[in-house]
């Protein structure tokens, strides 16, 4: 009797999820706080959850309900980190086609796909392969600039 609450709240955080991973995080605590709201209530009736015909005691599903959360925060940390990531390896604003050198600029959709066709010479160029090498050729460049002062002594 109390499964379709608590699946009809998962469902509603999947499709949320798909749509936006950080706002589907967020939505967790939210679904996960009307969950405990309305279990508190149901025990304070006097009557218990069942999940899957399974009867849980009230310690129990507090026990699940604080689980969930940390699933919840662990969720978010993810989204978060995830989206940073996007951020981080965006392409730049303007950028040279590889194929012919003109000046390009990008649509914020192209940035992050890192895929874009040349307006000068058609050329679908996909850079979203290469963003590993890239973020380790970005390290090098920064250890290089941490030590001005050793290669000027070199030279
Ligand atoms: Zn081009």
């Known amino acids: 009797m109390?499964?379709?609450?608590?699946?009809?709240a998962l469902v509603i955080q999947a499709i949320v999820r798909n749509i936006s991973s950080i706002a589907g995080a967020i939505f967790g605590y939210i679904i996960t706080t009307g969950i405990l709201i309305w279990g508190l209530s149901v025990y304070a009736e006097g009557n218990i959850i069942t999940f899957f015909s399974i009867p849980l005691?009230?310690?129990i599903f507090l026990y699940a309900v604080f689980a969930w959360y940390w699933l919840?925060?662990?969720?978010?940390?993810?989204?978060?980190?995830e989206n940073n990531k996007i951020v981080d390896e965006r392409l730049p604003n303007e950028i040279e086609c590889p194929q012919c050198g003109e000046k390009l600029e990008l649509e914020e959709a192209e940035r992050i796909e890192r895929k874009f066709t040349c307006v000068e010479c058609n050329s679908l160029i996909d850079l979203s392969l290469e963003k590993n090498e890239k973020s380790q050729s970005d390290k090098l460049d920064s250890e290089i600039d941490l030590h001005p002062t050793a290669n000027g002594i070199m030279q």
């Open 57 to 59: 005691s009230k310690q």
């Open 2 to 8: 109390f499964n379709p609450v608590i699946i009809g």
């Open 72 to 81: 919840d925060t662990n969720e978010l940390r993810g989204a978060i980190k």
